[in-house]
């Protein structure tokens, strides 16, 4: 038996590349939408990929199933209770699929979604009883159990979700053995969940000692701590969930459409339209000059899930990226189904070089200065662009908390008449944030650099989240 993980760091996702080396035959479970990387390992091994598995109708990414079925011509499959606009295979409870010396067997596991299916994998050369792993979807995460709130089908509420939750961990899940190994599809960074631990494999005994979700604790309780203080859907979840149940262009396709070079007069002309225009770079490179009216989502972060949360599908997408890193731009809002990308900047900054008219540079402040002005007599207005939780958590004094994928809706809280600084946790969402409020002539407001990572190295003092100062 062959299998591996493949971890999407920026959107926090597993995928699994499962096949039998004496047959050549595998299957891919919940692949990512570029397909590549996939098709050349299990090449190098020797497999071909046949068979295609979703978990379930995942919301924070497209899968890269219709992809298989085009490019290769792979079977798909999807738990009993899914409804897709494509043909696939139902998988019931029980079923099996055996290639050779490896066996999948299916766990209908209802809770994080209606459909959601968990997969035991056997390496029938070690125990046809035993399972070796199981791939667990958004079920069960390390650490952490599948938010219930994520309606990928209408009609249910979170409650009745976290029971049949419950159900599936303690009717299927808690009777396998303490060696099985354990595969989720998403881990910390994810939004599919609250408490994600940072590693990706557990083993179940690890998981019933340490997961907070697995403690022994009524149905009742469940439901009320798993519902309790999950973070904010992003706005784009119900649409990739939907998109994941519909026929659609594949990616190969897509990037065929959008990968068109712009002029700089082009962007400007479809900016007037309403065009968004995007600007991936660093934000230390963006501060020193950027395109007036762009926002700033860097490749270096989340960014995929910031575009998601922060742009609209509605309006066309233009790309400012370094040379040769336009592709990588529109591949990863892809990934996420932002597919509606009129191209690129020609060139990137370098098409601005005769236009400073159009050119705009971004102050940035060191946490020594912001010391320094904090302490002067007319401080400025902190705005903490972190979550709600990060900022009880620890804060500087007096800061206001409006949280980045919570700001485009509320411009109306931001501090007027004041000179303002902008942080987070290391520069990055504070970056995006500056963008925003200068994109909406809201304020033109420095940014911290390094973020109160960098102002707690600095020896300056943080309010805890029972009220104390500290520092560090």
Request: aromatic share 6%; hydrophobic share 40%; glycine share 8%.
């Amino acid at each position: 038996m062959y299998l591996k993980q493949f971890y999407l760091g920026c959107l926090a996702h597993g995928s699994y590349l499962i096949g039998d080396k004496d047959t050549g035959e595998a299957v891919v479970v919940d692949p990512q939408r570029d397909i590549a990387h996939y098709l050349e390992e299990a090449q190098s091994h020797g497999l071909k990929i046949k068979h295609v598995i979703l978990t379930h109708f995942h919301a924070d990414f497209v899968s890269g199933h219709l992809e298989f079925r085009d490019a290769v011509g792979a079977r798909l499959y999807l738990g009993a209770q899914a409804a897709a606009e494509y043909d696939f295979t139902p998988l019931k409870d029980g079923d099996e699929l055996t290639f050779g010396k490896l066996k999948l067997k299916i766990l209908e596991t209802p809770g994080h979604t209606p459909e959601s299916i968990c997969i035991l994998v056997y390496d029938l050369t070690e125990s046809s009883e035993k399972p070796h792993a199981v791939l667990t979807g958004d079920t069960l995460f390390i650490g952490d159990v599948g938010r219930p709130d994520l309606l990928a089908s209408t009609g249910l509420s979170a409650s009745e979700l976290a029971g049949m939750l419950y159900d599936s961990i303690h009717g299927k899940l808690l009777p396998l053995p303490d060696e099985t190994l354990v595969y989720p599809a998403h881990g910390a960074g994810s939004m599919c969940g609250k408490n994600m631990s940072k590693e990706t494999v557990s083993t179940l005994g690890d998981q019933r000692k340490y997961n907070y979700a697995l403690k022994d604790m009524s149905k009742d309780e469940f439901i009320k701590i798993v519902t309790a203080d999950q973070p904010d859907m992003p706005r784009y979840f119900s649409y990739d969930a939907s998109l994941n149940r519909q026929e659609r262009s594949t990616l190969e396709k897509t990037l065929k459409r959008v990968m068109k070079p712009l002029s700089l007069e082009q962007v400007l002309k479809l900016k007037e339209g309403g065009a968004q225009i995007l600007d991936v770079r660093d934000p230390t490179e963006f501060a020193a000059a950027h395109m007036v009216g762009t926002i700033n989502i860097g490749l270096k972060g989340q960014y995929a899930i910031w575009c998601g949360s922060l742009l609209t599908r509605e309006k066309q997408i233009i790309v400012i990226a370094d040379p040769d890193r336009e592709e990588e731009a529109a591949t990863r809002l892809c990934r996420i189904g932002f597919d509606n990308i009129a191209g690129y900047l020609t060139g990137g900054m370098l098409a601005l070089e005769t236009h400073p008219d159009l050119i705009r540079r971004a102050e940035r402040v060191t946490a020594t200065e912001l010391a320094e002005q904090l302490a002067s007599n007319e401080p400025p207005v902190v705005l903490d662009v972190r979550s709600e939780r990060e900022w009880q958590t620890k804060h500087i004094k007096g800061s206001v908390n409006i949280p980045l994928n919570k700001l485009p809706d509320r411009l109306n809280e931001v501090p007027r008449g004041k000179k303002m600084i902008i942080h987070c946790a290391a520069g990055y969402r504070s970056s995006i944030a500056a963008s925003i409020l200068r994109l909406h002539a809201v304020a033109d407001a420095p940014d911290l650099i390094g973020g109160i990572a960098a102002w707690e190295a600095a020896k300056q003092a943080v309010l805890t989240d029972g009220g104390a100062c500290s520092v560090s």
